[in-house]
């Protein structure tokens, strides 16, 4: 898997004081980390960053590649912003994202179209959130037909079918796996990605790492090629890398109602085995669901 790292982000305390205050050690020294970690791209999430949206997206690019030479993907709602770092970005960038909005398509297509830049096409509608895989699809052949009519391949494209946290959305979070079980015969050429810690969202922290796993492995299995993590979640990694072939066949057991004797599982599988049913919903999430 294509794996894009999410440390680099305004709203934690250490990152978000590094890039109000330009110090580039800081966010050099994470970007470097990021690729020492197996990162593919690293994300910078400035947020909307209002008026001075412009002058931090290019100080950060800039910032970034000067220590390593990945690419970037430009995290912001702020339209200028990612316009100055497609500008200064070495390479193809990746821009994070345009919305299946007809406002959004208008203003940021023509962009990536003039920069040849990736983008990850986000598959948030003119009604908000898809309600479920279905709407999804018509979302995703709403971006492919109006970039197809830039001239903009598939190839360019990165559908984003919105992770949702568990604890809030159950429904959500099954109807993302359930698309992603088409995706590939809607959107022929196309990538796919997605911000996986958004399904852990709320949890306790001790239980996101196994919630993120778990999901991860699900997506993947249905044909997800890519997807925002945390660059320093080791376990989550070997899952991306194929590196647990073993937790994965457990999982898919699980995803196709094949029959498990949890008596028979050790602590680590029983804990993935829990995971996978409350994400399936087969079991309610509550806190406690691997005590149970």
């Given at each position: 898997m294509i794996l894009i790292g999410e440390n680099m982000n305004i709203m934690t305390k250490k990152y978000g004081k590094a890039?109000?205050?330009?110090?580039?050690?800081t966010i050099q020294e994470l970007a470097i980390k990021e690729k020492e970690l197996g990162m593919d791209y690293i994300d910078l999430n400035i947020g909307p960053a209002g008026r001075i949206g412009e002058e931090l997206m290019e100080w950060i690019v800039k910032t970034v590649q000067?220590?390593?030479?990945?690419?970037?993907?430009?995290?912001?709602?702020?339209?200028?912003?990612?316009?100055?770092?497609?500008?200064v970005h070495k390479?193809?960038?990746?821009?994070?994202?345009?919305?299946?909005?007809?406002?959004?398509?208008?203003?940021?297509?023509?962009?990536?179209?003039?920069?040849?830049?990736d983008f990850v096409g986000l598959l948030w509608g003119p009604e908000g959130m898809p309600r479920d895989e279905n709407e999804r699809g018509a979302?995703?052949?709403?971006?492919m037909f109006r970039a197809s009519e830039l001239g903009i391949p598939n190839e360019r494209m990165w559908i984003d079918p919105?992770?949702?946290?568990?604890?809030?959305?159950?429904?959500?979070?099954?109807?993302?796996?359930?698309?992603?079980?088409?995706?590939q015969d809607i959107a022929p050429g196309c990538k796919s990605t997605c911000g996986l810690s958004n399904v852990s969202n709320g949890a306790p922290e001790h239980l996101?790492?196994?919630?993120?796993?778990?999901?991860?492995?699900?997506?993947?299995?249905?044909?997800?090629?890519?997807?925002?993590?945390?660059?320093?979640?080791?376990?989550?990694?070997?899952?991306?890398?194929?590196?647990?072939?073993?937790?994965?066949?457990l999982v898919m057991k699980v995803c196709n109602d094949e029959d498990i004797d949890p008596?028979?599982?050790?602590?680590?599988?029983?804990?993935?085995?829990?995971?996978?049913?409350?994400?399936?919903?087969?079991?309610?999430?509550s806190d406690s669901w691997l005590e149970l």
């Open positions: 890039m109000r205050e330009r110090d580039a050690k000067e220590v390593v030479d990945l690419p970037c993907a430009l995290d912001t709602s702020n339209i200028a912003a990612i316009e100055a770092g497609l500008k390479g193809r960038a990746l821009i994070n994202s345009i919305s299946a909005r007809p406002d959004r398509m208008e203003a940021l297509l023509p962009i990536a179209k003039k920069y040849d830049a979302l995703a052949a709403e971006l919105i992770v949702t946290p568990v604890n809030v959305q159950q429904n959500q979070v099954i109807a993302c796996y359930e698309f992603m079980k088409m995706f996101r790492p196994i919630l993120n796993q778990t999901y991860l492995i699900m997506l993947k299995n249905n044909g997800m090629m890519s997807a925002i993590v945390d660059c320093f979640d080791e376990d989550l990694k070997k899952i991306a890398w194929g590196e647990r072939p073993d937790i994965e066949e008596a028979s599982l050790n602590e680590e599988e029983l804990n993935y085995y829990k995971t996978a049913r409350v994400l399936l919903g087969k079991t309610l999430y």
